[in-house]
């Protein structure tokens, strides 16, 4: 079992930035690949990034490319999503997730573990 707590949200306005952070503890996170997915009122849950167990491989959806990096810190057992440029359509609540395997996994459903969110409103 992994479990997976998530924090740094907040309020901002467009064109500001925040980092968020994905704490986890259970088994050696190394193992693990890890992924930011996000939600928002009315929509489904998607993909945002993701980075592989090595910290090596990153993978990104297109409408955030350049704005948000994905990174890690295995041994702080921690992931972090910095969050630059951010636009009002990035609002909605922030989850990390944890997968054993690649991290080329896009959906919410090749995911094992989540974090509770973590709310990101960005005002225009």
């Known amino acids: 079992q992994v479990q997976l707590v998530d924090s740094g949200g907040g309020l901002v306005q467009a064109g500001g930035s925040l980092r968020l952070s994905c704490a986890a503890s259970g088994r050696t996170f190394s193992y693990y690949a890890a992924g930011w997915f996000r939600q928002a009122p009315g929509k489904e849950r998607e993909f945002v990034a993701s980075?592989?167990?090595?910290?090596?491989?990153?993978y990104y959806r297109d409408s955030v490319k350049g704005r948000f990096t994905i990174s890690r810190d295995n041994a702080k057992n921690t992931v972090y999503l910095q969050m630059n440029s951010l636009k009002p359509e990035d609002t909605a609540v922030y989850y990390c997730?944890?997968?054993?395997?690649?991290?080329?996994?896009?959906?919410?459903?090749?995911?094992?573990?989540w974090g509770q969110g973590t709310q990101v409103t960005v005002s225009s």
């Open positions: 980075i592989s167990p090595g910290g090596t491989s990153t």
């Open positions: 997730a944890a997968r054993s395997g690649s991290n080329y996994a896009y959906t919410p459903s090749q995911y094992d573990y």
